[in-house]
């Protein structure tokens, strides 16, 4: 059994769930469509690796463990006596779940070894509860933190609750989870419908469990976001990309028996309400967009599942390498150092239990990037909304991959750390960015200026860098945007002062004018109404938005 192995820096991870999530459905502005689902006619039902089934779908003389693609008594293929339309009883369940493993196993070229986890079927509700209990211990310094850095990266206003926002995102998007450190599967009844699951959501979940045994997913260690965008590039490149090979062997009718898929809901079904936070959302999608394809061209291109399975040995550094494995060849990373000291009262803020810098990195900066486009239905950018998506040469969106994170003014990014600082109730955030050179810094202050224009700032003074929150914008006090050769530096604070007095060392002009609400101003502090939110670390939403998924590589089936 391989031991999955990433390089720790900085970050206590606590994950709590794998999951499958849906896609941008009901979004602000409508995708492309996508290309007609394709398979290759010559490839077979299932991997070599598997074994054959005998005529009769007689027991297998080698068991669960010995035989690739036969599970607790059932084969791959082989048609069960259930039926969905009443529900299934836990005998049912376990059938299914038997069979859907064995599918795993003749896909993944792996076996379950250590037998399957228990499985839930909750409604909506019940897993919107379960969701606010994984919630309920955060402190209010990792929700301050929180607060402030997506204040800072523009995706969540001051006066929302950024764990609120994750927390409601996880709720209303999640399909299933695999609970790793209970080694346990929660599936969400498919709503407006009478057949209680999907079996394309358990395939995803059970392979989650499949990667748990076979690669011993708890055993992650402390990670920066961006490292762990790029190791759940690889866990959810993995089962998702092997999830839309099963779903097409489905859609073609291949298994001998239908694949079990809820009925549509009456209406069309679907929400299509917006996210609470499209830079969030993006962000959370990350590793099912970009991680498939990532997985299939290493699988199509280098060795098969052997490759796969030796990334959770060698797992990418940086989500860099997800997004464009060819650009990130070669390229020496940095950890910039924030180089600040602060004046006055104010000090770093304290996380209990983890460290209190982060290292944002590329897939998050895309996210904020892209997050306008989708919220304006394409009317309001700053990266060019076309760019959004991924094509087929016919002009067709990808069906593996459909959205793009290699957005121009992210893609030189070298390293980044940010930390946050408080001084009572108020919190000023430090952002230093690397870049290739110095061209690429610019792009990325212009975009993040561009960025600062949508949420309603302007510059307090001409040729100053210090900008202000217009009384009408959702988000307050100042920002100050530092470019010094291939790197900058973002302040966002209550005032133009506490940027002053945080950063003294930076050339931050405002040319006179405070741009602040208030010297009490509110940015990234806590209102007072949440002293119970969970203690992930500096940036709990960049850890806790990264359990349980909330965007997937196809639509919601």
């Known amino acids: 059994m391989a031991t ?20 941008l459905a009901g979004g602000a502005i409508a995708a ?22 005998p005529e009769n779908y007689a027991d297998a003389s080698g068991g669960t463990t010995g035989t690739i693609g036969f599970v607790d008594g059932v084969w791959y293929d082989e048609p069960l006596d259930v039926t969905t339309s009443d529900g299934l009883t836990d ?24 037998g399957l986890p228990p499985i839930e079927v909750l409604n909506n509700e019940e897993f919107a509860e379960r969701t606010g209990d994984q919630f309920a211990n955060v402190s209010e310094a990792a929700s301050r933190s929180t607060n402030a850095q997506f204040e800072t990266m523009l995706v969540v206003p001051d006066e929302e609750s950024g764990v609120g926002v994750i927390e409601q995102t996880q709720a209303n998007g999640t399909l299933g989870q695999y609970f790793i450190e209970e080694d346990r599967i929660v599936l969400v009844r498919p709503e407006g419908s009478t057949t209680p699951i999907r079996e394309s959501t358990l395939f995803q979940e059970l392979g989650h469990a499949l990667q748990d045994q076979q690669f011993n997913l708890s055993q992650s260690g402390p990670m920066t976001s961006d490292e762990q965008n790029a190791w759940l590039g690889v866990i959810e490149g993995d089962m998702n990309w092997l999830e839309h090979r099963f779903v097409q062997r489905c859609d073609a009718g291949r298994w001998a028996q239908s694949c079990i898929e809820p009925e549509e809901e009456a209406g069309g ?27 299939q061209q290493l699988y199509q291109e280098t060795g098969g599942w052997d490759a796969v399975n030796a990334l959770y040995d060698d797992i990418p550094e940086t989500s860099v390498t997800i997004i464009d494995p060819k650009a990130a ?14 004046e006055g009262d104010w000090e770093q803020l304290e996380i209990p239990n983890s460290s209190n810098t982060d290292e944002v990195g590329p897939a998050w900066i895309a996210s904020m990037f892209m997050a306008p486009s989708l919220e304006s239905g394409g009317e309001v950018n700053v990266v060019e909304p076309t760019a959004i998506y991924n094509y087929n040469p016919d002009g067709t969106v990808a069906e593996v991959g459909p959205v793009s994170y290699q957005q121009a003014p992210a893609m030189g990014w070298r390293g980044d750390t940010m930390a946050v600082y408080a001084s009572g109730e108020a919190t000023t955030t430090v952002w230093t960015t690397a870049w290739a050179d110095d061209g690429e810094a610019e792009e990325f202050a212009d975009a993040y200026v561009d960025l600062l224009d949508v949420r309603e700032a302007s510059e307090t003074a001409d040729d100053a860098n210090v900008y202000a929150f217009e009384s009408s914008s959702e988000y307050e006090g100042s920002v100050a945007v530092v470019t010094e050769g291939d790197r900058v530096t973002i302040v966002s604070g209550p005032s133009t002062d506490a940027l002053t007095t945080v950063a003294p060392e930076l050339a931050i002009d405002a040319t006179g004018s405070d741009g602040g609400a208030d010297g009490n101003g509110s940015n990234g502090s806590d209102d007072g109404s949440d002293d119970s939110l969970p203690g992930f670390g500096v940036a709990v939403g960049l850890v806790a938005l990264l359990t349980g998924g909330a965007l997937a590589a196809r639509s919601s089936r």
């Open 4 to 23: 999955g192995t990433v390089r720790v820096r900085r970050w206590t991870l606590l994950l709590l769930a794998i999951g499958a999530v849906a896609l």
């Open 32 to 53: 492309p469509s996508a290309g007609a689902s394709s398979q290759d006619e010559v490839e077979p039902l299932v991997e070599p690796c598997a074994a054959e089934m």
């Open 91 to 114: 005998e049912e369940l376990k059938q299914v779940a038997a069979r859907t493993a064995a599918r795993v196993e003749a896909l993944r070229c792996l076996p379950f070894e250590e």
């Open 269 to 295: 079904g679907g929400d299509a309400s917006d996210p609470p936070s499209w830079g969030v959302t993006f962000e959370r999608g990350f590793p099912y967009y970009e991680g498939p394809p990532f997985v």
């Open 329 to 342: 060849e070669g390229i020496e990373f940095v950890d910039p150092e924030i180089g600040v000291e602060p």
